[in-house]
């Protein structure tokens, strides 16, 4: 478990969606985010205390967590500096990135040094097995996206919360790094071996109470074309009983890829639930998650009625409005 409170890292974020790991731990942990240290031409904000690592040592941080999730998952010669900063003032450092921690040598001398830790925690600690697409008892709720950071943790952790709320049974699983961050657990996906990753999510989704839900962290897009494995890893292992189709209607394309249109809610029902039906043959759409961030109240409105006309199914921002309207449509 990492030591909190956090000091969250923002580097020189390009914009806000890649310092997202960020933003999740602050929307859903505040208490453990004392405050952020950005690097100048950060385009990020999490409206956050300013603070210099001295600052944050002062506040009683423990860990500095990377919050950035840039295209790569890179560790920038600019940031190393930092890092080694906070270990030698007495702080542990955590990210999520694809390029580990354990691998940078000036990272590594420095926590010998100082007797700091560096947690990777998109490295899978666990020997995960092949799926094998079996029925299990409990129910399974997956959170899938017409493209990537649309909001589909953000989904599952408000209905669990909700359900929760309601005296229902209900635990959200993580399987990115700012839900593991968030949670404390869960199963780094997109960083487990391709034949392991049904198997994982059948592992972190096991046999339960029927009336038990979990609620699994969606990743990526069937339509993203760098992403789509990990989603259909989550569909194929997790065997969804209900699926929430999860969009972002100010975008104009994939995100990543300027030369990609796109699609909307109307064509990732029917593959969506296609594709859930190989392993779960009763599985259904339930609503629809719109996260409506950069609309007004007025034309956040108008969108969710237009996309519950269009789709015949109940749509709502779950986190401006809460995730209500979802968990009602559960049979």
Aim: aromatic share 4%; net charge negative; charged share 20%.
């Amino acid at each position: 478990m990492l030591k909190q409170p956090y000091l969250l890292f923002l580097g020189d974020a390009p914009d806000a969606l890649a310092a997202k790991v960020a933003q999740g731990v602050k929307d859903w942990r505040p208490e453990a985010s004392v405050g952020q240290l950005r690097l100048p031409g950060c385009k990020a904000d999490m409206k956050l205390q300013e603070m210099s690592v001295a600052d944050a040592v002062a506040a009683g941080a423990k860990t500095l967590v990377i919050g950035v999730a840039n295209r790569g998952g890179l560790i920038s010669d600019a940031w190393v500096a930092v890092l080694v900063e906070a270990m030698e003032a007495g702080m542990d450092v955590a990210a999520g990135l694809h390029t580990l921690l354990k691998d940078q040598p000036a990272l590594v001398e420095a926590a010998k040094r100082t007797g700091q830790t560096l947690y990777d925690v998109r490295l899978p600690v666990v020997k995960y097995p092949i799926g094998e697409g079996r029925a299990r008892p409990g129910k399974r709720i997956l959170a899938v996206g017409t493209d990537c950071s649309c909001g589909k943790m953000y989904t599952a952790l408000a209905m669990e919360k909700e359900m929760l709320a309601r005296g229902m049974k209900a635990t959200f699983r993580a399987t990115g790094q700012t839900g593991i961050l968030i949670t404390g657990g869960g199963v780094p996906l997109d960083a487990v071996v391709a034949d392991f990753m049904a198997g994982a999510v059948e592992t972190l989704t096991p046999p339960n109470d029927e009336d038990h839900y979990d609620l699994i962290e969606g990743q990526g897009s069937l339509f993203h074309p760098s992403y789509s494995g990990v989603t259909m890893a989550l569909i194929h292992g997790g065997a969804p009983d209900y699926l929430v189709l999860c969009h972002e209607p100010t975008r104009t394309h994939m995100r990543g890829l300027p030369h990609y249109v796109s699609p909307g809610l109307a064509a990732l029902r029917p593959i969506a639930e296609t594709l859930a039906r190989v392993v779960n043959p009763d599985c259904v759409s339930i609503g629809c998650s719109v996260n409506t961030a950069a609309l007004s109240d007025a034309e956040a409105k108008d969108c969710i009625e237009r996309i519950e006309g269009e789709l015949g199914l109940p749509a709502v921002d779950p986190f401006r409005n809460g995730a209500g309207k979802l968990v009602d449509a559960l049979p």
